[in-house]
């Protein structure tokens, strides 16, 4: 285990050793991106501005419907990226708790949370969060069935190992689906079958020529 340690719903937890060799000895994140194609482990995008347009759609109220959606439930974020605006997207929906999977960048996606809720600490509400260096298929085989709700930003097929890569992502988002829960999915490539799902547009408040587009997945 390494001395570098992030925030868990309790504590800290340490940085596992191939973590640190692989990218967290590199503070650029263009050589993180190099050292994830080598692998053969996907693109290692440092993402954040697709959630980012979400949490601020979602608190303008023109997504309405997320926040109600992801009200009270064990939120999981794939490939969370750098920025913190995932745990803000959860915690002004008042989930239960916020898990940011995300196996690039989670020593900085951890200060990111930290400093966003420093700031933001009398504007916006405090959940349980953790942040794990994780790839996004081996942690959703490890939860349980119907448990969750998830949330995908920018999760593209350009960035994603290959095709059966994505599938089985896909279905185990199905089986981990809480029955009262939902799949949000925005600019995301990910697109479980057999689920009901209802699609929203908006425009970015920093940007209202640019249009993004969200979908809600349930289990039927």
């Not at 608190?59 to 009270?72: M, P, Q, R």
């Not at 940011?100 to 966003?116: G, H, N, Q, T």
């Not at 969750?148 to 999760?155: F, L």
């Not at 479980?192 to 699609?199: R, Y």
């Amino acid at each position: 285990m390494t001395k570098e340690e992030i925030p868990d719903f309790f504590g800290t937890f340490s940085l596992p050793e191939d973590f640190e060799h692989n990218f967290g000895k590199h503070r650029d994140w263009k050589i993180r991106l190099d050292a994830s194609r080598e692998l053969g482990l996907g693109f290692a995008a440092p993402g954040g501005n697709f959630t980012r347009a979400l949490f601020e759609a979602v608190t303008s109220g023109l997504a309405g419907e997320v926040k109600s959606a992801l009200k009270g439930q064990r939120v999981v974020e794939l490939g969370a990226g750098m920025m913190a605006y995932g745990y803000a997207l959860t915690a002004s929906s008042a989930a239960k708790n916020y898990l940011a999977v995300e196996p690039f960048y989670a020593d900085v996606l951890s200060k990111s949370i930290a400093e966003m809720i420093r700031v933001r600490n009398e504007l916006l509400p405090r959940i349980p969060f953790k942040v794990r260096p994780t790839d996004m298929l081996e942690h959703l085989q490890g939860e349980g069935d119907d448990l969750i709700s998830i949330v995908a930003c920018g999760i593209e097929n350009c960035i994603l190992p290959d095709e059966r890569y994505k599938r089985k992502v896909e279905a185990e988002v199905i089986r981990t689906l809480h029955p009262d829960g939902a799949f949000i999915s925005s600019h995301s490539d990910i697109d479980p079958q057999g689920l009901q799902v209802s699609e929203k547009w908006f425009r970015r408040l920093e940007n209202p020529t640019v249009q993004d587009r969200v979908r809600i997945y349930r289990k039927p």
